[in-house]
């Protein structure tokens, strides 16, 4: 019986204006609604289907401040068993090198971990390198952008697919996944969900708890930092064309002028 963590974050909704702070350049979490990535749903739908169909416990792991408590309690009335949140001021602006070690150190807290299955890159950030990182650190086998995961004992398999055609990889459990659009439909969280994540154990650390030093983390000692941010222009009004005969000439004349053809 597989013992399988998902990792999830809580991000600005894609319908939402969303900004950098002017203070710092990190995203400003609070001027838009906040939600839980649609990419880690399915993600959280992947564990719970391997779980119903070979038993075992499903731990949501979340690094993020305590509004991600919302997202963490969403991936519960799913289904998931119990969750970890890793909440601390110190973590503000950390890089994906930071956000990774504190991942690390959190999964290595919970007991027998045989998969860990992520998003393959969050909506916010879009690093999309955080599960192979991720790997890397635990020293596990990464098998990355899955459309399909089966287990089979101590072995998982996935289905990647390509320009070119299928994937086929395996690897021999404990295992890094990171599943694309393609994995499955989440469920909607039934009433009986909600109400049953209200109860559902949520384990919340700092930084120290997991044995690491507040200093080595967050925006001061980030390995990448925002230096500048400008928003995106309004958008320009369109150029009209009035066709007197010569319609189709002013229109190829006005893509020559853009180079677009």
């Known amino acids: 019986m597989p013992n399988i963590v998902v990792l999830v974050k809580q991000v600005p909704d894609t319908y939402s204006e969303r900004r950098l702070s002017d203070a710092d350049h990190t995203l400003d979490r609070e001027s838009a609604d906040a939600v839980l990535d649609e990419i880690n749903e399915r993600a959280v739908e992947e564990a719970l289907l391997l779980k119903e169909a070979h038993g075992g416990e499903v731990t949501v792991l979340s690094v993020g401040p305590d509004r991600a408590t919302e997202a963490i309690r969403k991936a519960l009335s799913m289904g998931a068993d119990k969750a970890v949140h890793v909440s601390d001021p110190a973590l503000h602006g950390s890089c994906l090198l930071q956000t990774t070690?504190?991942?690390a150190a959190a999964i290595g807290r919970v007991d027998g971990v045989d998969l860990v299955v992520a998003g393959n890159e969050a909506t916010d950030g879009r690093g999309g390198a955080?599960?192979?990182?991720?790997?890397?650190?635990?020293?596990?086998?990464?098998?990355?952008?899955?459309?399909?995961?089966?287990?089979?004992g101590d072995t998982v398999t996935v289905v990647r697919e390509t320009d070119t055609g299928l994937t086929h990889l395996r690897?021999?459990?404990?295992?890094?996944?990171?599943?694309?659009?393609?994995?499955?439909?989440?469920?909607?969280?039934?009433?009986?969900?909600?109400?049953?994540?209200?109860?559902?154990?949520?384990?919340?650390?700092?930084?120290?708890?997991?044995g690491i030093d507040a200093a080595e983390v967050g925006l001061a000692s980030a390995s990448t930092t925002v230096l500048e941010a400008t928003p995106k222009p309004p958008r320009a009004a369109g150029q009209r064309v009035e066709d007197g005969g010569d319609g189709g000439q002013k229109i190829a004349e006005y893509l020559i002028g853009q180079k677009l053809v």
């Open 101 to 103: 070690r504190v991942l």
């Open 130 to 152: 955080v599960p192979a990182m991720l790997a890397e650190a635990l020293g596990y086998p990464q098998l990355t952008h899955a459309r399909k995961v089966t287990l089979d």
């Open 171 to 210: 690897a021999t459990l404990p295992a890094v996944v990171s599943v694309g659009e393609k994995i499955n439909e989440p469920r909607y969280p039934s009433f009986k969900g909600i109400m049953a994540a209200k109860k559902k154990p949520v384990e919340t650390l700092t930084v120290a708890d997991l």
